[in-house]
Nanobody, 121 residues
Framework: QVQVVESGGGLVQAGGSLRLSCAAS????????MSWHRQAPGKQRELVAA???????NYEDGVKGRFTISRDNAKNTVYLQMNSLKPEDTAVYYC???????????????WGRGTQVTVSS
C-alpha cells in the first residue's frame, strides 16, 4: 500500500518558523510532482507550493519569499520550510504526491491526512 504521511505541524508565534515533512512509502515505482496544500476553516483547499522531480518550484503568491519547498528523492520525502509565519497561515497542511505505484502505468495523486499549523498573533 502506498502511503503519504505528514509531520511537523504545531503551534508557533507569528514571525516564527516551522518545518513540515511528508514521506511517501510503499510499493512505489516513481514519483513526479510533490506539493503542499492547505485548508483553513471555511475556506477551500489551496496550493501552497509544488516541486517537480527536476527541482522546478511554484508558490502561492502569499507565501513567496517566506516558504521554501524542497525534496529528498532518496527518502521519497518533501519538506516545507515556513519562515516569518503569519496568523493567516493557520490551516491544515496536506501533502500531495504524484506516484506511479509498482505494476501501474499511470501516475495518480496520493494525499496525506494533514497536519495542523497554528500561528498565534
Amino acid at each position: 500500500q502506498v502511503q503519504v504521511v505528514e509531520s511537523g505541524g504545531g503551534l508557533v508565534q507569528a514571525g516564527g518558523s516551522l518545518r513540515l515533512s511528508c514521506a511517501a512509502s510503499g510499493r512505489i515505482s516513481s514519483i513526479n510532482v510533490m506539493s503542499w496544500h492547505r485548508q483553513a476553516p471555511g475556506k477551500q483547499r489551496e496550493l501552497v507550493a509544488a516541486i517537480t522531480r527536476e527541482g522546478t518550484t511554484n508558490y502561492e503568491d502569499g507565501v513567496k519569499g517566506r516558504f521554501t519547498i524542497s525534496r529528498d528523492n532518496a527518502k521519497n520525502t518533501v519538506y516545507l520550510q515556513m519562515n516569518s509565519l503569519k496568523p493567516e497561515d493557520t490551516a491544515v497542511y496536506y501533502c500531495n504526491v504524484d506516484i506511479r505505484p509498482e505494476g501501474s502505468r499511470w501516475f495518480r495523486n496520493y494525499w496525506g491526512r494533514g497536519t495542523q499549523v497554528t500561528v498565534s498573533s
